[in-house]
């Protein structure tokens, strides 16, 4: 079979499969086993492709119609422009989270360059290694509950060459963190354990303690919100990604707990998902 045969075949094997984005899906996996650029494979549609390099290909695409996760495949995920390391210690990181990001930057970007900041629930890394490689003169912590997602998020900075940059700490919250931060930023856990049934098959391959926080699914996000105050100093800025519906009791909350300045912000789809804060 040539390149381009082995894409249109696995693009519709996808499509049965119900796999989003079938094309684009075939053409990453190949590219992967070919140790190319997906838009070198363009190039090359006329090839033949030896046994040796369709067999690889079959068992990842067996894989990915069963709904294993791409970047569990891939072995890595795009994020701000870096690569990061994803494996199924730590969820995959969304496009959303990669908005928080840029919205935290674009808002404060001179008031967070020198800054202490705390990405709480950090995952594989990719907030608080994005933020260091993004502010050479921040302090930036990362913490998790997870011990397989430090180490994961570890491995990540090492290879980004930021491990002097970013320290990754074991921590319920922010129970280990020290007071007088300049930023807190989050993306806990948000989703309802009542909603686990209608959660798409490759959700089911994150970790059950990066998905689910309580049967509302606010639960940690509550918590995170009253005990910031502890460890911001006055000023200091609360970031989060939240989930569907639940701006309102979570802008509630940080009214009731002298948060100022309070915003919220859209994601692409036009949902609320971002809060915006700062404390005393
Ligand atoms: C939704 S994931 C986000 C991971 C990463 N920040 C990202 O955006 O890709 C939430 C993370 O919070 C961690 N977590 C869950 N409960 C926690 C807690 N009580 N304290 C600290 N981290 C917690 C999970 O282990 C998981 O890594």
Same mark, same amino acid.
């Given at each position: 079979?040539?390149?381009?045969?082995?894409?249109?075949?696995?693009?519709v094997?996808?499509?049965?499969?119900?796999?989003?984005?079938?094309?684009?899906?075939a053409?990453h996996l190949?590219?992967?086993?070919?140790?190319?650029?997906?838009?070198?494979?363009?190039?090359?549609?006329?090839?033949?492709?030896?046994?040796?390099?369709?067999?690889?290909?079959?068992?990842?695409?067996?894989?990915?119609?069963?709904?294993?996760?791409?970047?569990?495949?891939?072995?890595?995920?795009?994020?701000?422009?870096?690569?990061?390391?994803?494996?199924?210690?730590?969820?995959?990181?969304?496009?959303?989270?990669?908005?928080?990001?840029?919205?935290?930057?674009?808002?404060?970007?001179?008031?967070?360059?020198c800054?202490?900041?705390?990405? !709480? +629930? /950090?995952?594989?890394?990719?907030? $608080? *290694?994005? &933020? %260091?490689? @993004?502010?050479?003169?921040?302090?930036? !912590? +990362? /913490?998790?509950?997870?011990e397989? $997602? *430090?180490? &994961? %998020?570890? @491995?990540?900075?090492?290879?980004?060459?930021?491990?002097?940059?970013?320290?990754?700490?074991?921590?319920? &919250?922010?129970?280990?963190?020290?007071?007088?931060?300049?930023?807190i930023?989050?993306n806990?856990?948000?989703?309802?354990?009542?909603?686990?049934?209608?959660?798409?098959?490759?959700?089911?391959?994150?970790?059950?303690?990066?998905?689910?926080?309580?049967?509302?699914?606010?639960?940690?996000?509550?918590?995170?919100?009253?005990?910031?105050?502890?460890?911001?100093?006055?000023?200091?800025?609360?970031?989060?990604?939240?989930?569907?519906?639940?701006?309102e009791?979570?802008?509630?909350?940080?009214?009731?707990?002298n948060?100022?300045?309070?915003?919220?912000?859209?994601?692409?789809?036009?949902?609320?998902?971002?809060?915006?804060?700062?404390?005393?």
């Amino acid at each position: 079979m040539t390149v381009l045969e082995v894409l249109q075949s696995t693009t519709v094997y996808f499509q049965k499969r119900n796999v989003d984005s079938p094309r684009l899906n075939a053409e990453h996996l190949l590219a992967h086993v070919l140790r190319r650029k997906r838009i070198d494979l363009y190039l090359e549609f006329e090839r033949t492709l030896p046994e040796s390099e369709l067999a690889p290909l079959r068992e990842l695409v067996r894989r990915r119609g069963s709904g294993e996760p791409l970047q569990h495949l891939l072995g890595t995920v795009e994020f701000c422009g870096r690569t990061f390391r994803c494996d199924k210690r730590a969820l995959v990181p969304r496009p959303e989270t990669e908005q928080l990001v840029e919205l935290l930057i674009s808002h404060f970007k001179s008031e967070i360059a020198c800054s202490r900041m705390v990405d !709480v +629930g /950090t995952g594989s890394g990719v907030i $608080a *290694l994005t &933020l %260091a490689a @993004e502010f050479p003169n921040a302090e930036v !912590v +990362g /913490t998790d509950i997870s011990e397989d $997602a *430090l180490m &994961l %998020a570890s @491995e990540n900075a090492e290879q980004l060459g930021l491990a002097d940059r970013v320290r990754f700490l074991r921590s319920n &919250l922010l129970e280990a963190v020290q007071p007088g931060l300049d930023v807190i930023v989050a993306n806990l856990p948000y989703v309802s354990t009542e909603d686990r049934q209608t959660l798409a098959r490759e959700v089911l391959h994150d970790p059950e303690v990066a998905l689910f926080a309580g049967p509302r699914g606010d639960e940690l996000v509550q918590k995170l919100i009253e005990n910031g105050p502890s460890r911001l100093r006055a000023g200091g800025i609360l970031a989060l990604e939240i989930g569907i519906g639940q701006s309102e009791s979570l802008l509630a909350a940080l009214g009731e707990k002298n948060y100022r300045d309070i915003w919220t912000e859209k994601d692409y789809s036009g949902v609320i998902r971002f809060l915006f804060a700062r404390y005393g």
